[in-house]
């Protein structure tokens, strides 16, 4: 079935470091969703692109959305503390209604 | 506005019992999604709603599992005879369009069921 991978599972940094998570799907995605989650926390959604070479910004984050629209990847410049949690992302799955399939995530460490 | 709230937070269940797990979905939302997170994994879809109607139930790990959202508003994740491969967070989100998978969803803070 489609399925959504992502690496690195774990990303350790000092902060001030860059930090990128990839995520590749089996098939090609109509738009492709990023979701973080705080320890302890649920998933909050970031962004959404949909247009393929897409890249979208917000503060510190850059988004992309690949050619072929079956990856992304979410770079975080100058980390902070704040960054810390679990990074998904998470594509529609094309044989139902619409619920996403999500990536195992990142889970992004920063040491202050 | 208030966003997804689910109840109860915690659930300490012993194997055997019944849970009933209740979401309140951001009102007016027609669609709401329950997904199930084990400890280090990413969610997984169990099963959505548009409004009253159950259109996708493919995620639901076995019979145990039944959920209802009867007046398409508030909606109810009940495992019947709870195993300990049960114990994760169930998250609801809803969505205030219909399903077709480009639209944002908001997730409530999740369940989490611990089966003893």
Redesign the interface.
């Known amino acids: 079935g489609q399925q959504?991978m992502q690496i690195p599972q774990y990303q350790h940094v000092q902060e001030g470091e860059d930090f990128t998570t990839y995520c590749n799907s089996s098939t090609t995605l109509?738009?492709i969703?990023w979701?973080k989650q705080r320890p302890g926390?649920?998933?909050?959604?970031l962004i959404?692109l949909?247009k393929s070479g897409e890249v979208k910004k917000q503060k510190r984050l850059t988004f992309q959305f690949g050619e072929a629209k079956k990856n992304s990847s979410l770079h975080i410049t100058a980390t902070q503390t704040t960054d810390v949690g679990t990074y998904?992302c998470?594509g529609?799955?094309?044989g139902?209604?619409?619920?996403?399939?999500?990536?195992?995530?990142t889970k992004l460490s920063v040491k202050p | 506005g208030a966003g997804v709230s689910q109840s109860p937070r915690y659930k300490v269940a012993k194997r055997g019992q019944d849970v009933a797990l209740r979401c309140d979905p951001i009102s007016g939302h027609v669609?709401l999604?329950w997904y199930q997170q084990a400890l280090?994994?990413?969610?997984?879809?169990l099963t959505?709603f548009?409004n009253e109607a159950q259109?996708?139930k493919?995620?639901l790990p076995s019979d145990r599992f039944f959920a209802e959202r009867p007046e398409g508003s508030v909606s109810t994740l009940k495992i019947q005879r709870t195993q300990q491969e049960d114990s994760a967070v169930y998250?609801c989100a809803s969505s205030s369009e219909?399903?077709?998978?480009?639209?944002?969803?908001?997730?409530?803070?999740?369940t989490r069921l611990l089966v003893l």
């Open positions: 959504v109509s738009n969703q979701y926390g649920h998933p909050v959604f959404q949909v998904f998470a529609p799955d094309g139902s209604q619409g619920n996403l399939i999500f990536g195992k995530g | 669609s999604f280090g994994q990413g969610p997984e879809f959505y548009q259109l996708d493919s995620g998250l219909v399903a077709g998978g480009g639209e944002t969803q908001y997730f409530g803070p999740g």
